[in-house]
């Protein structure tokens, strides 16, 4: 039974975010700024290009209260939104099954850190018009070891589910994007109130039992944002036009984009592509090159240099300090002259001493 109407998304944004720590000790993955705007409002301005969907359901455990401050009721998202707190955390499957009392037909999952510029009416399409249980959304990537290797047949059905593969089980180069579409009346098979794993039991479910288990190839942009690497890879991605997120910023021009509010000396070097927030003052004879992303309300003084790294809203960065391929969290301070390199990442408040040197080595 088929309903074309009263589509529901399922966002999965349970997760501890352990690769992102310590960003995300205060701020779930989900709402980790990408340009200082929460990420997951990306996801939702994608499910707007489905116009059945009337809700979407935010499925937490880890911090949920800080998502909801970030997110509201989705004044500023565009669609309604119901959160779903899990008691614990019951893994994917299990985190669906909990949102299973409202879903009411055919329904969208979200992995909540996929930054992508998928096509989901076209995904939806195939789905109805393959008449399937589920739908899966695959991408190619180089290596699958760290994703759910997908594995199809000559008709575009999926015929084996590996997730987290050894080197030597690599079979495929196509991998689970985190975004699927599924028949509620097939999450029977999922126990109430138990962790469930959607990727290594679900779906290798669906294939034993011979259901209608479809895969959409997209070889569009796609990026899991979930470790600082591929986070400040994403951001790169965004201003370079790799990924035309015109949701994040407006230019796709290598020149800065620079948000209202800004207070620039004249002396200061920006190269673009960049991004400088809302509100951030930036004094004389700074220097600041491409793919560096400066959050709203951040002071840099004069001398300081920020070379590809991101610096979250609100930091205090000293006289002469050098970011070089950093990633700093909200309200930080960095003290004079100090020098932090390659692979730092600080959390929150987190504050530098004058001359400190810092790397990841
Ligand atoms: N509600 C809830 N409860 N959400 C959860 C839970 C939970 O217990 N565990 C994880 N999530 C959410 C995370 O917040 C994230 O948005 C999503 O589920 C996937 O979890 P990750 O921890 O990011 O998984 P992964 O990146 O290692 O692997 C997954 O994503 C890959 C694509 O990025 C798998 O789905 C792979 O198969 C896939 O290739
Ligand atoms: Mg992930």
Redesign the pocket.
């Known amino acids: 039974m088929y309903h074309c109407f009263d589509m529901k998304a399922v966002l ?4 501890f ?1 352990t690769r992102l720590r310590p960003l995300t000790l205060n701020t779930p ?2 709402v980790v700024p990408i340009f200082d705007r929460p990420f997951l409002y990306h996801q939702i301005d994608l499910l707007q290009q489905v116009p059945e969907i009337d809700e979407v359901i935010l ?3 880890y911090r949920p209260e800080r998502i909801k401050e970030v997110v509201g009721y989705g004044e500023d998202a565009g669609l309604p939104i119901r959160y779903l707190v ?1 008691p614990e ?4 499957g ?2 669906i099954k909990y949102a299973e009392p409202y879903l009411d037909g055919t329904t969208i999952v979200f ?4 930054l992508t510029e998928i096509d989901l009416g076209a995904v939806v399409e195939r789905h109805r018009s393959s008449r399937a249980t589920a739908t899966i959304v695959l991408t190619p990537v180089n290596n699958p070891s ?3 290797l997908v594995e199809t047949d000559s008709q575009g059905n999926v015929s084996r589910f590996l ?1 987290k593969p050894d080197p030597n089980e690599i079979t495929c180069d196509t ?4 975004i699927y579409v599924l028949e509620p009346t097939s999450l029977h098979r999922i126990p109430t109130g138990t962790k469930y794993s959607i ?1 290594r039991s679900y779906f290798p479910s669906l294939i034993d039992k011979n259901e209608t288990f479809v895969a959409y190839i997209d070889k569009g942009y796609w990026l ?1 944002i ?1 470790t600082p690497d591929k986070y400040l890879q994403g951001h790169r991605d965004i201003l370079d036009g790799r990924c035309e997120s015109g949701q994040f910023i407006q230019t796709s021009s290598n020149d800065p984009t620079i948000e209202t509010g800004t207070s620039l000396d004249t002396s200061a070097r920006l190269e673009g592509p960049c991004f400088i927030g809302t509100g951030s003052t930036i004094h004389a004879d700074v220097n600041i090159t491409r793919h560096s992303v400066i959050g709203s309300g951040t002071i840099i003084e004069t001398e300081a240099a920020i070379h590809q790294s991101i610096v979250w809203s609100d930091c205090h960065i000293g006289q002469g300090a050098c970011l070089d391929g950093t990633i700093i969290g909200h309200r930080c301070q960095i003290g004079a002259y100090a020098e932090l390199g390659p692979g730092v990442v600080l959390g929150d408040d987190s504050v530098i001493t004058p001359y400190s040197k810092l790397n990841d080595a």
């Open positions: 999965l944004a349970g997760g975010g993955k989900p499925s937490l455990n899990e955390p019951l893994g994917t299990g985190a992995n909540g850190d996929v760290a994703y759910g997730e991998i689970n994007a985190g990727e899991d979930g």
